[in-house]
């Protein structure tokens, strides 16, 4: 199964909670600029840019460098105890702002 959210921060007040599931989580920058905690590490995000993460330990946007930020989580989930290896792929075009999935 795969999950798809818009993630929009727009001020220093947007705090989300640390948050923890299992599969695989692509991250792709559409404005801003945050630092995603994930695994004991900060990692720097940046428009236009794609971070995969695989889960099963605690995660969330720690920093917010520079707003107004959105971003897409696309979560894919276990099937019969696996993900098949990768995290579902996917592009963005910015001239028609469509975002296309290959799962």
């Known amino acids: ?4 959210y818009l993630i929009p921060l727009r001020t220093e007040s947007d705090i989300f909670p640390t948050f923890q599931h299992g599969g695989i989580e692509t991250i ?3 404005e801003g600029e945050i630092g995603y905690r994930h695994s004991g590490s900060l990692y720097h995000l940046r428009p236009w ?6 889960f099963g330990c605690p995660a969330w946007p720690e920093v917010l460098e520079r707003l ?7 979560i894919a989930h276990p ?9 579902p792929t996917w592009r963005w075009t910015r001239r028609s ?5 290959v799962i």
């Open 97 to 101: 702002g469509r975002v296309i999935f």
């Open 28 to 30: 792709y920058m559409l």
């Open 68 to 74: 107004p930020a959105r971003y897409l989580s696309i």
């Open 79 to 87: 099937q019969n105890g696996q993900v098949g290896g990768r995290a």
């Open 49 to 54: 840019r794609r971070s995969v993460f695989r």
């Open 1 to 4: 199964m795969v999950e798809l």
